[in-house]
């Protein structure tokens, strides 16, 4: 591992778990300081060392935001298929919610939910993975944000750390889970895997062929926001988690990448643009921790308190972000062996 790229790497291990668990308030651990450290010693090599992996392994191939997309969404059937296994999982952890997202679009075929699978691997894409290396690449200079951070010595490490708490969530569910998938439910979702992983590879993303100006970074956060919080509101306002409720979910999520992908093709679409929509993206999480019943016995004074100072911690990220672009007023153009 350089020291040039330990600051940002150590940034982006700490931050993918937060946004990964601890922004959305659901847990038991949510306004318990102690919990919420101690969770970090298998939530930083989960969450922390994925979402730094993708980053080096498509930033080593000379790769750049298609690739780490297919390479979150691998990790997003990984983690809820063969790691903690709640895609299969009819009763996981007891979760009284998880019921009612899941049966209404059941595939008995599969043995799971579409419209629970749906999040699980959408909210891992975003938030665990995409979102965090969006947010720390803005922190870096503009020929960093496009190179590997680790060394081959670091990222064995961070390989090492990550099949360590891999098995470890496994075990544990071994151990407090009566439910174990079967074996065509753990091969279709290690197939899905590979395939991604191959996809990733094989995709190659377009030249910047569009001369029209991008639309102004705040601009780009708002439509993310906007379109990203239709699914979250219809599931509080209307309970909306079928098969209609899959399709506006679908929808939505394919209208934003379209959305995106055609911006990003302008020539002057800037890491202030993927900041603003990765931290949009974030925002709708953190909103939604206020509306969100925390598992277990969680007061409402703990509640808020956690969703305020996640809230606030998020915001002051982004704004520091922002003004260390401006400050630096490169255009964040890839170079065209590097496309980002």
């Given at each position: ?9 150590l ?13 959305s308030?659901?847990d ?29 392994a ?21 983690q ?15 979760i ?12 008995p075929?599969?043995?799971?939910g579409?419209?629970l ?6 909210g ?42 891999a ?16 074996t065509g ?10 395939a ?36 979250p509101v ?6 909306l988690?079928d ?10 999520l ?15 679409w ?15 999480s ?14 409402p ?39 980002s």
């Amino acid at each position: 591992m350089s020291l040039r790229g330990l600051p940002p790497a150590l940034g982006l291990l700490v931050l993918a778990p937060l946004c990964a668990e601890y922004l959305s308030g659901y847990d038991t651990s949510t306004g318990n300081p102690a919990e919420l450290l101690g969770g970090l010693f298998v939530f930083v090599p989960l969450y922390g060392a994925a979402a730094l992996l993708i980053r080096e392994a498509a930033r080593r191939a000379g790769r750049g935001w298609p690739t780490m997309i297919l390479l979150a969404a691998a990790f997003g059937v990984l983690q809820p298929g063969l790691i903690d296994q709640a895609m299969f999982n009819p009763s996981y952890r007891d979760i009284d919610f998880l019921g009612p997202m899941l049966t209404p679009t059941y595939i008995p075929q599969l043995g799971l939910g579409a419209y629970l699978s749906l999040h699980w691997i959408a909210g891992h894409v975003i938030f665990s993975i995409c979102a965090p290396i969006a947010i720390v690449e803005s922190f870096v200079r503009p020929e960093r944000r496009t190179t590997p951070w680790l060394g081959w010595f670091g990222t064995l490490v961070t390989a090492a750390a990550f099949a360590g708490a891999a098995l470890f969530v496994v075990q544990w569910h071994l151990e407090t889970e009566d439910f174990v998938p079967s074996t065509g439910q753990l091969a279709g979702a290690g197939a899905v895997v590979l395939a991604l992983i191959a996809a990733a590879f094989a995709v190659r993303p377009g030249a910047r062929a569009d001369r029209r100006p991008a639309p102004r970074p705040w601009l780009v956060g708002v439509v993310t926001f906007v379109i990203m919080m239709i699914s979250p509101v219809l599931e509080w306002t209307t309970s909306l988690v079928d098969w209609t409720g899959f399709a506006v979910y679908a929808g939505r999520l394919a209208v934003l990448a379209a959305v995106l992908a055609m911006w990003s093709r302008r020539a002057d679409w800037s890491q202030s643009h993927r900041l603003a929509a990765a931290g949009a993206a974030l925002l709708t999480s953190a909103v939604g921790a206020f509306v969100t019943e925390p598992l277990g016995d969680v007061s409402p004074a703990a509640k808020l308190g956690h969703n305020i100072a996640f809230a606030f911690g998020l915001a002051v990220l982004i704004v520091l972000a922002r003004i260390l672009l401006a400050r630096k007023k490169a255009p964040c153009l890839p170079p065209p062996t590097r496309p980002s």
